[in-house]
């Protein structure tokens, strides 16, 4: 039986890849057999990354993306399609967060950032990369997007300070990927997103080691207990980057410890 799991000769790119859940999934590529390319602003932490990816025996390289600038991401898509001649994978992990002001006092510099890294870029990405998946006829596009898009949760409250441009950016995230769904699939472009809860992220742990009793109450509304780690949304999407998500496309997947459940 063939197993519908195996990306061999699959080529990814992941933006964001340097830390986080975006460098996590972009080995757990590698380890399912895809070769994998990471795009990132920061190029030193990034080709620690593929460093790492070829040691698991795959081939890699960094790419030093803004993914806020269109012609770094055409100069992404050339290098990788001069170099394997296509695309089969595209990860949009990167993103920032932003706390220490409710809505109604941030500055527009600010909204302006995450809206551009976390929604613009994610705009971007998809598009110079889709451009090449239509010549193939093929290709998955997987978004992270976050539990944040779906809901208010209390961190808007002031627990971590402010995080109303986050939810509105990761709201957009969703939006957008239903949106260019319908556009692709007509071309066997499948796009879905995955929206984690509280993961324990380099991201995150210094914002709940400035304020505990945040995270207590953060922990306290998750029914699992517990944040969730970086290896914890890898299957995922390994299944979404994989022929079994074949019928699969416009599709946002909670991994929150049943925080949306509330």
């Known amino acids: 039986m063939t197993n519908l799991f195996n990306l061999d000769n699959k080529i990814a790119i992941v933006t964001g890849g340097s830390s986080g859940l975006g460098r996590s999934m972009a080995k757990a590529f590698a380890q399912a057999g895809a070769n994998v390319i990471i795009a990132d602003i920061n190029i030193e932490n990034a080709q620690k990354t593929s460093d790492e990816i070829k040691k698991l025996g795959k081939q890699s390289f960094s790419i030093e993306t803004d993914v806020t600038h269109k012609k770094d991401l055409q100069n992404m898509v050339e290098k990788v399609v001069h170099e394997f001649g296509k695309i089969d994978i595209l990860v949009n992990s990167a993103g920032i967060g932003l706390g220490g002001s409710l809505l109604l006092e941030l500055k527009e510099e600010d909204w302006d950032r995450v809206i551009d890294v976390n929604l613009k870029g994610t705009f971007l990405s998809s598009q110079a990369v889709a451009n090449q998946m239509i010549k193939q006829k093929k290709g998955r ?21 402010g995080f109303g441009v986050y939810c509105t950016s990761k709201a ?91």
Request: proline share 4%.
């Open 141 to 161: 596009i997987i978004n992270l997007a976050s539990m944040s898009g779906s809901i208010v949760n209390r961190s808007i409250l002031g627990f971590y300070g």
């Open 172 to 262: 957009g995230v969703i939006l957008l990927t239903k949106a260019l769904a319908m556009e692709l699939i007509r071309y066997n472009i499948n796009v879905n997103s995955i929206s984690p809860g509280y993961m324990k992220t380099p991201l995150t742990i210094g914002y709940w080691e400035s304020d505990p009793a945040g995270y207590k109450d953060s922990m306290n509304m998750t029914p699992i207990g517990r944040p969730g780690t970086s290896d914890e949304l890898n299957g995922l999407a390994i299944y979404l980057a994989s022929d079994s998500s074949s019928f699969m496309t416009g599709s946002d997947i909670l991994i929150d410890g049943g925080y949306t459940c509330w």
